[in-house]
């Protein structure tokens, strides 16, 4: 049969991925939340929107006869993961994440792990700081308990609703990002906490290494758990399971 991928995105390596399958002529479409504004053109067809949960999704695969799912999705995006693995189980579709380890703390680095976002928070609940708050636009209202601090938010999009604290500096940019410039950044608005969440990658690892440099703390905040799943950290080892999909399997 055909193969007919469903890729489910969002990353970087969701595009990358939606490159190389254009490439080889294989069929597929990405899939997107729909949380950003202007998502980046992919070169195979896309659609957007939530598939209406487990069930949703299994009747999704099957009315449009998908052949494989790539799940290449964020790591915190833990929702859309356990539903793929779900629906693909019941459609009897073979399923992959291309996904990145997470970070680890090297010499110089000061995390404190945090193990969700409402750890984050409570970690804030201390006296006045200036932290850089990389924890995407749908997180902000969370930060409300803790709005004594003063919080640089580096965006994709800005803010839906003002955020629920009244010192903070929004820039919107998509990155890429270097450690020399986010040093700089965070010298200029005098930042003295980080916190983070563990993306893993090179994408957004600028500031971590900044921090280091700087010798700034960071509050790492910690995957949430997904179920087990066959796992890629490469295009070339998906693109290579696309070949020889028995091996892996649902
Ligand atoms: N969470 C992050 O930190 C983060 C960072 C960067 C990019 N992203 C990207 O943003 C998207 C949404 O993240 P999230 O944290 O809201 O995920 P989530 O909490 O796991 O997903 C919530 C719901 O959003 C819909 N959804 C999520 N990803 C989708 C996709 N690729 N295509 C179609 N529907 C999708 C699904 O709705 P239904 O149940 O209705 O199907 C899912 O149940 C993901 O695609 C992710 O790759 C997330």
Same mark, same amino acid.
């Given at each position: 049969?055909?193969?007919?991928?469903?890729?489910?995105?969002?990353?970087?390596? $969701?595009?990358?991925?939606?490159?190389?399958?254009?490439?080889?002529? !294989?069929?597929?479409?990405?899939?997107?939340?729909?949380? @950003?504004?202007?998502?980046?053109?992919?070169?195979?067809?896309?659609?957007?929107?939530?598939?209406?949960? @487990?069930?949703?999704?299994? /009747?999704?695969?099957?009315?449009?006869?998908?052949?494989?799912?790539? /799940?290449?999705?964020?790591?915190?995006?833990?929702?859309?993961?356990?539903?793929?693995?779900? $629906?693909?189980?019941?459609?009897?579709?073979?399923?992959?994440?291309?996904?990145?380890?997470?970070?680890? #703390?090297?010499?110089? +680095?000061?995390?404190?792990?945090?193990?969700?976002?409402?750890?984050? @928070?409570?970690?804030?609940?201390?006296? #006045? $700081?200036?932290?850089?708050?990389?924890?995407?636009?749908?997180?902000?209202? /969370?930060?409300? =308990?803790? =709005?004594?601090?003063?919080?640089?938010?580096?965006?994709? *999009?800005?803010?839906?609703? =003002?955020?629920?604290?009244? /010192?903070?500096?929004?820039?919107?940019?998509?990155?890429?990002?270097?450690?020399?410039?986010?040093?700089?950044?965070?010298?200029?608005?005098?930042? +003295?906490?980080?916190?983070?969440?563990?993306?893993?990658?090179?994408?957004?690892?600028?500031?971590?290494? #900044?921090?280091?440099?700087?010798?700034? =703390?960071?509050?790492?905040? +910690?995957?949430?758990?997904?179920? *087990?799943?066959?796992?890629?950290?490469?295009?070339?080892?998906?693109?290579?399971?696309?070949?020889?999909?028995?091996? !892996?399997?649902?």
């Amino acid at each position: 049969m055909t193969r007919n991928l469903l890729i489910l995105g969002g990353t970087t390596e $969701a595009t990358a991925l939606g490159g190389a399958v254009a490439k080889a002529g !294989l069929r597929g479409t990405v899939s997107f939340a729909g949380r @950003v504004e202007r998502p980046k053109r992919q070169p195979l067809p896309q659609r957007i929107g939530g598939f209406g949960g @487990v069930e949703g999704l299994r /009747d999704y695969l099957v009315s449009h006869q998908i052949t494989h799912v790539v /799940d290449a999705t964020h790591p915190f995006a833990a929702q859309m993961s356990r539903n793929a693995k779900t $629906a693909c189980a019941k459609a009897g579709i073979p399923l992959i994440a291309l996904t990145r380890a997470p970070w680890g #703390a090297q010499t110089g +680095d000061s995390w404190t792990h945090a193990p969700d976002i409402a750890g984050a @928070v409570a970690a804030l609940d201390r006296p #006045a $700081a200036r932290i850089m708050l990389a924890v995407g636009r749908m997180h902000l209202n /969370d930060f409300a =308990p803790n =709005p004594q601090h003063f919080y640089l938010l580096r965006l994709v *999009d800005p803010p839906q609703s =003002p955020p629920p604290f009244p /010192d903070h500096h929004v820039l919107v940019s998509r990155g890429p990002f270097t450690a020399a410039d986010d040093r700089a950044l965070m010298e200029a608005y005098g930042i +003295d906490l980080i916190v983070s969440k563990n993306a893993g990658g090179t994408g957004a690892y600028a500031k971590i290494e #900044a921090a280091r440099e700087l010798g700034l =703390p960071v509050i790492m905040i +910690d995957r949430p758990a997904i179920p *087990d799943r066959a796992e890629a950290y490469s295009v070339d080892e998906v693109m290579a399971w696309l070949g020889h999909g028995a091996d !892996l399997g649902v």
